[in-house]
T-cell receptor, first 112, second 115 residues
Framework: KQEVTQIPAALSVPEGENLVLNCSFT??????LQWFRQDPGKGLTSLLL?????REQTSGRLNASLDKSSGRSTLYIAASQPGDSATYLC???????????FGTGTRLQVTL | GAGVSQSPSNKVTEKGKDVELRCDPI?????LYWYRQSLGQGLEFLIY????????KSGLPSDRFSAERTGGSVSTLTIQRTQQEDSAVYLC?????????????FGPGTRLTVT
């Protein structure tokens, strides 16, 4: 059974810092990995989708990498801003099931 | 364009009552997914539709839960004889097609509270 873990569970950084969020998964036979952000009381917003054949994806200040063989992904956020404060979730698409298995999330707070 | 919409946004119901939650996917998206987000359980898959059929219902927690999709568009998740442990946020997502090549786009969710 696929299990997805995110470390740290919570993170507080001052504005302007670069930061890294970690995601690990137990079954390396994934088809893709997706990073989302969730604001309090809101749904999920897709940030980046990395196919299993890719090593990384970039969107603006966000860069996500994937090391499928070691079961790890990182989300790098450059020059963090207070508006980046949210919970970040990673999710993997595994096996023949057309569904995502989600991680536990990292709650990020960027302070002024 | 319009994103995924869900209604109601909040629902409070008494234990034992039935509830219906509605999801309107992005127009043209053939795949639709239901997930549940509860404290202590994280975000878990319930069911997905390809068109009007549901190839994977493996995540439905009990036979009190059912879902249907009509016209390849709107989906309804029904919970019969609600229990307190059903309290959660129910999220719906759609994607252009089923499978790993398509991103899933999520709605704002329905917060269900069973008293």
């Amino acid at each position: 059974k696929q299990e997805v873990t995110q470390i740290p569970a919570a993170l507080s950084v001052p504005e302007g810092e670069n930061l890294v969020l970690n995601c690990s998964f137990t079954d390396s036979a994934i088809y893709n990995l997706q990073w989302f952000r969730q604001d309090p009381g809101k749904g999920l917003t897709s940030l980046l989708l990395i196919q299993s054949s890719q090593r990384e994806q970039t969107s603006g200040r966000l860069n996500a990498s994937l090391d499928k063989s070691s079961g790890r992904s990182t989300l790098y956020i450059a020059a963090s801003q207070p508006g980046d404060s949210a919970t970040y979730l990673c999710a993997v698409f595994t096996g023949t099931a057309s569904k995502l298995t989600f991680g536990t999330g990292t709650r990020l707070q960027v302070t002024l | 364009g319009a994103g995924v919409s869900q209604s109601p946004s909040n629902k409070v119901t008494e234990k034992g009552k039935d509830v219906e939650l509605r999801c309107d996917p992005i127009s043209g998206h053939t795949a639709l997914y239901w997930y549940r987000q509860s404290l202590g359980q994280g975000l878990e898959f319930l069911i997905y539709f390809q068109g009007n059929s549901a190839p994977d219902k493996s995540g439905l927690p009990s036979d009190r839960f059912s879902a249907e999709r009509t016209g390849g568009s709107v989906s309804t998740l029904t919970i019969q004889r609600t229990q307190q442990e059903d309290s959660a946020v129910y999220l719906c997502a759609s994607s252009p097609r089923a499978g790993y090549r398509s991103e899933q786009y999520f709605g704002p969710g329905t917060r269900l509270t069973v008293t």
